[in-house]
């Protein structure tokens, strides 16, 4: 099974921007959907943007046009480019891959990595 590591999160002021990066084992692009998700305190995981192995993207209605999931395939590396962040977007973020796009938008795994921290002040 492909292992992901997440990073970049940190504490930033509203309105500011992080790049998280979520580093794989091996080359997951090609036949593996892909999604970035996100954990707020007392609430469940969410779906946050989703990227199928097409290229093909969705966002959740919260960050539409303020987050952007990107990849780069040498480097075996995926993007969530979070831009204008609100307070509301803090979360432990995680990312997970699959080759089923049901279980991405579910959020149906058996295993997640520690995620990365993102805290916005206001």
């Known amino acids: 099974q492909v292992q992901l590591a997440e990073s970049g999160g940190g504490l930033v002021q509203a309105g500011g921007s992080l790049s998280l990066s979520c580093a794989a084992s091996?080359?997951?692009?090609?036949?593996?959907?892909i999604g970035w998700y996100r954990q707020a305190p007392g609430k469940q995981r969410e779906l946050v943007a989703g990227r199928t192995y097409g290229g093909s993207t969705v966002y959740a209605d919260s960050v539409k046009g303020r987050f952007t999931i990107s990849g780069d395939n040498a480097k075996n590396t995926v993007y969530l480019q979070m831009n204008s962040l609100k307070p509301e977007d803090t979360a432990v973020y995680y990312c997970n891959a699959g080759k089923n796009w049901g279980s991405i938008v579910r959020g149906y795994f058996d295993s997640w990595g520690q995620g990365t921290q993102v805290t916005v002040s206001s």
């Open positions: 091996e080359s997951i692009f090609s036949a593996n959907h």
